[in-house]
Each structure stands twice: as C-alpha cells, then as structure tokens.
T-cell receptor, first 114, second 113 residues
Framework: DGGITQSPKYLFRKEGQNVTLSCEQN?????MYWYRQDPGQGLRLIYY???????QKGDIAEGYSVSREKKESFPLTVTSAQKNPTAFYLC?????????????FGPGTRLLVL | GDSVTQMEGPVTLSEEAFLTINCTYT??????LFWYVQYPGEGLQLLLK?????DKGSNKGFEATYRKETTSFHLEKGSVQVSDSAVYFC????????????FGSGTRLSIRP
C-alpha cells in the first residue's frame, strides 16, 4: 500500500542534542513538507521541498534543518538551537500540480525533551 | 496576512446531536477552503473542500459552504456519531501562496454515546 511512514512514533531528546525525524513516502510524490503541531495551535510549516536537492524555509524554520537527497525521503533534524522542540511533527507529501489539498499526511512523530 | 480562525474546543456532544464548528478566514483574493480531520494517533485527512464562493463541500455527512460575504466556512453535520470524535482543522490555500496551507488552531470534538 502507498503511504507515508514517519519514525519513530515517539522520540526523546536531551538538552543540547540534535535529533533526526524520518519521513519516507512511496507515493512517487514530488513535493514533501514538514509541519509542527502544538496544542491549541494550527499546523505551522517548517520546511518544504518541491524537488530533489531543493527545499525552502517555511514559517518557523529556525532551529531546524532538512535534506532532500532522494525523492522518497525528507528527514528533519531538530538542532540544539531549537529551544522549544516539544511538539508533534507531521510530514506530508503531494504531487506537483495536483493541488495543495492533495497533501497526504503521515501519522506523526511526537518529540519530547528530557 | 492570510489567517484562519476557528472556534475553540473542546466541543462535547451527545450522539445524534447537530454539530456546527465555526470557521472564518482572512485572505487576499479568492482562497480555496478546506476542512481536515485528525483521528487519535493519526495524521490529518482531507475531509472536504470548496474552491469558490457558494460552493458546498460535503463528505461522510459533513458539509461546509464557502460564504464570501461573511468570509466563513462553517462545518456542519446533522447527526454525529461516536466515531466522529476527532480534531477538526479549518484551512485555506491562498492564490498568493499556492504551495502553502494555512491551518486554524483545531477544534477537538468528543461525542458521548
């Protein structure tokens, strides 16, 4: 079955540590996205990528980094510069030209700070 | 800038009750409007959409009408079920930022048997 896989489901980070969240899709979608979800707030866009080896900052990119070396993979690194990383992180993908509403979301990773 | 405002939750209803979740938006031009649903432990799923004024989106018994005069896109369902318990997000995609979806803060809905 086609879909998006995010791992791990829960991730714990120590102070000053970088952690990487995995996102893999087998939908053959060109575009991929990372969102952050906080209680009582809507999803906020961190980074997005419309093609391999290219990505753009979203609204809250500070303290995060991404790479897009393969079409099916878009890992997100939460760096030590991100002072409030505790949140639920959602990855999404969509076909180029398919309309923004065709974004398909993964099940999410919950990041907690120890 | 573009934004979406939706009613704060949580909303708790009894099974078979009528549901309304209010959503209003601010955007330049003519945005597309969406409702997404997030069931416990899952990612978001598109529930319904409307792309122009007076359009009505509908799915799974839910409806929402694009009202440009009131800049609203309220979600309604005539008779809710326990399985409708989830978080609902109103969202828009504006012509000025076609690669972005702007989400509201979400409304948690709980249905009592």
């Amino acid at each position: 079955d086609g879909g998006i896989t995010q791992s791990p489901k829960y991730l714990f980070r120590k102070e000053g540590q970088n952690v990487t969240l995995s996102c893999e899709q087998n939908l053959n979608h060109d575009a991929m996205y990372w969102y952050r979800q906080d209680p009582g707030q809507g999803l906020r866009l961190i980074y997005y990528s419309q093609i391999v080896n290219d990505f753009q900052k979203g609204d809250i990119a500070e303290g995060y980094s991404v790479s897009r070396e393969k079409k099916e993979s878009f890992p997100l690194t939460v760096t030590s510069a991100q002072k409030n990383p505790t949140a639920f992180y959602l990855c999404a993908s969509s076909p180029i030209g398919g309309g923004i509403e065709t974004q398909y979301f993964g099940p999410g990773t919950r990041l907690l700070v120890l | 800038g573009d934004s979406v405002t939706q009613m704060e939750g949580p909303v708790t209803l009894s099974e078979e009750a009528f549901l309304t979740i209010n959503c209003t938006y601010t955007a330049t031009g003519y945005p597309s409007l969406f409702w997404y649903v997030q069931y416990p432990g899952e990612g978001l799923q598109l529930l319904l959409k409307a792309t122009k004024a007076d359009d009505k989106g509908s799915n799974k018994g839910f409806e929402a009408t694009y009202r440009k005069e009131t800049t609203s896109f309220h979600l309604e369902k005539g008779s809710v079920q326990v399985s409708d318990s989830a978080v609902y997000f109103c969202a828009l995609s504006a012509p000025s930022s076609a690669s972005k979806i702007i989400f509201g803060s979400g409304t948690r809905l709980s249905i009592r048997p």
